[in-house]
């Protein structure tokens, strides 16, 4: 099989899979496979996920008399490796074919990182913002019950992601827990430390992100204290690695919200910004820095460009005007393969999703480590582990990268792709 022959998707497939993230991730993984060789047999079986569920189930409004009926989605990419592990998003954008694409990253994430675990997502289309807290609980209680017998601490392990939370990962384990008549926490992970979460799991993706912008400095000749840096998106990810990079001197110069950004040359006042954020629950208003829209944010001149909030960010139609020296991934799927292209040639060197942002899987599989041995590590332990492996990930990717003369992207692909290729051929084919 080539780039080129490959066989189209099975038509059940082109309706809501064959969207452009999926054919993201699938071109992403065609590519690579062709660099690689990889056999054929294999290539085929990972360019569609092992298991599929869509749900469509009913929830409650709080004026009790109206019922909405919505979808969602898990979606299990391969069950070769473990148990599979991924995010629940819940935004108006999820489809089969979005969920679909995150689970293949997850896949090769979990690869590079050596974490025993294959790739799953899942996700509610809905807009969480416009519920009230009431109408999120029941609606992730539903979705629990609706895929209860799919999931489970050695089966698929959900986790945090656009739009959900450590709250929201404590309804779905006590509704799991219900359902089995005792006590699960290992169902998932990204809870409260009260239920067995782990201390760092909140902070782990920035974490990890911070530290490959780190290394990646070092790569490109200048240090991370001192450097410039932008970051799109304020959630989870994007809060942290303004906070991180502030604490190690780095000067942030501009963030932003879904509604939009703030920009001060001289650098943001990251507590100031957090406390405002607190209190308005968006960055809009902040008074201490100029307004600036998503699109001109990223093309801002610094040294370090993270975008951290959702993908198909950096195409083909701005990839030429973003004027940063390194792209840090930590949202996932920010970058188009048209983009990667651009970046390449204009020297701009891009750390990707898969490697970048795979902190949060790493400390989600500290946390599952915790719970099946009952011994809880301490923030600095965790802390310690994630940098050691983060670290221990850059250079294998890094080492790929220079001795085949690829990009980091191509590099962490093939990473992943070849540990999951060893992994299926020792097991064989069953029957
Ligand atoms: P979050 O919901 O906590 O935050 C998302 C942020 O992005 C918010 O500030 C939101 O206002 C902003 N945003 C949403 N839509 C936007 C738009 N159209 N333009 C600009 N900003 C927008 O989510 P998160 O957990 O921080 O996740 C962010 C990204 O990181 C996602 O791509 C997610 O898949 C990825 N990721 C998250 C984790 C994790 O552990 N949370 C791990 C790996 C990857």
Same mark, same amino acid.
């Given at each position: 099989m080539t780039h080129q022959n490959r066989g189209s998707l099975p038509?059940?497939?082109?309706l809501e899979w064959n969207t452009p993230m999926y054919r993201l991730a699938v071109d992403q993984l065609d590519a690579t496979a062709e660099r690689m060789g990889l056999d054929p047999n294999v290539w085929e079986r990972l360019r569609t996920p092992q298991r599929a569920h869509v749900v469509s189930f009913p929830f409650r409004r709080d004026d009790y008399d109206t019922v909405e009926t919505v979808f969602g989605y898990r979606v299990q990419h391969l069950l070769t490796m473990g148990p599979t592990k $991924?995010?629940?998003r819940?935004?108006?954008?999820?489809?089969l074919g979005e969920v679909t694409a995150l689970a293949i990253w997850m896949t090769w994430k979990c690869a590079i990182m050596a974490i025993p675990f294959g790739g799953a997502k899942g996700g509610v289309r809905i807009d969480p913002k416009t519920l009230s807290q009431g109408e999120r609980q029941r609606i992730t209680r539903r979705y629990t019950s609706e895929i209860v017998e799919v999931i489970g601490p050695d089966r698929d392990i959900p986790a945090p992601d656009l739009g959900t939370n450590a709250l929201t990962m404590a309804w779905i384990m006590d509704t799991y827990s219900q359902h089995k008549g005792h006590a699960v926490p290992g169902v998932v992970t990204g809870k409260p430390i009260e239920i067995g979460g782990s201390y760092g799991r909140a902070e782990a993706t920035g974490r990890g992100v911070v530290s490959c912008a780190v290394e990646a400095c070092k790569l490109a000749g200048f240090t991370?204290?001192?450097?410039?840096v932008?970051?799109? $998106?304020y959630g989870e990810v994007g809060a942290t690695v303004a906070k991180l990079a502030h604490s190690l001197g780095a000067?942030?110069?501009a963030v932003s919200d879904v509604k939009g950004g703030l920009h001060a040359e001289k650098g943001l006042d990251i507590a100031g910004v957090n406390e405002w954020m607190h209190e308005h629950g968006t960055l809009t208003g902040y008074p201490h820095a100029d307004a600036v829209t998503n699109e001109e944010l990223l093309e801002l001149p610094c040294d370090v460009l993270v975008p951290a909030a959702i993908?198909?960010?950096?195409?083909a139609r701005n990839a030429g005007r973003l004027r940063c020296r390194l792209l840090v991934e930590g949202a996932n799927g920010p970058t188009d393969l048209e983009a990667d292209a651009v970046l390449a040639d204009r020297g701009i060197l891009v750390i990707p999703d898969i490697l970048a942002n795979a902190g949060g899987v790493t400390v989600s599989y500290f946390e599952w480590l915790q719970g099946l041995s009952q011994f809880f590590w301490t923030e600095e332990e965790v802390n310690t582990k994630l940098i050691t492996l983060m670290q221990r990930a850059f250079r294998e990717v890094l080492q790929v990268s220079q001795s085949k003369g690829v990009p980091m992207r191509t590099a962490a692909l093939m990473r992943g792709i070849e540990r999951v290729k060893e992994a299926k051929r020792v097991r064989g084919v069953f029957p």
């Open positions: 038509s059940p497939l082109e $991924g995010g629940i819940y935004d108006l954008d999820v489809n991370f204290e001192g450097s410039k932008v970051v799109q $998106g000067r942030v110069v993908q198909n960010q950096i195409t």
